[in-house]
Nanobody, 127 residues
Framework: QVPLVETGGGLVQAGGSLRLSCAPS?????????MGWFRQAPGKERECVAA????????HYSESAKGRFTISRDNSKNTVSLQLSILNPGDPSVYYC???????????????????WGQGTQVTVSS
């Protein structure tokens, strides 16, 4: 069973917005874990666009995400979200939610720092 499930992907016009959500499956809780959102375009490496610490007090964004994407979490609902705004033709990708082991509390943009992954949700931007 995939530990994380992403929802909210789809087709959006350039300049538009989309909200992605991530929730654990199988009764798991990731309220103590650093969470991240990654994306991967065809033929490119998977990259971290945003990360958030366990209580939402610290966030990290990639340069391409700053000012356009917002990561947030609601531990009472056991969800992590990524608000995508001002989407452009460089943004289409499969977006993945990921969680670090609860032993680690620092934000990380490194792929291998994350132990749990979802299957991804596709974001497509039309011009």
């Amino acid at each position: 069973q995939v530990p994380l499930v992403e929802t909210g992907g789809g087709l959006v016009q350039a300049g538009g917005s989309l909200r992605l959500s991530c929730a654990p499956s199988g009764g798991r809780s990731f309220s103590l874990n650093v969470m991240g959102w990654f994306r991967q375009a065809p033929g490119k490496e998977r990259e971290c666009v945003a990360a958030i610490n366990h209580n939402g007090g610290l966030t990290h964004y990639s340069e391409s995400a700053k000012g356009r994407f917002t990561i947030s979490r609601d531990n009472s609902k056991n969800t992590v979200s990524l608000q995508l705004s001002i989407l452009n033709p460089g943004d289409p990708s499969v977006y993945y939610c990921a969680a670090r082991s609860a032993r680690f509390h620092d934000l990380s943009a490194t792929l291998t720092s994350y132990a749990y992954w979802g299957q991804g949700t596709q974001v497509t931007v039309s011009s």
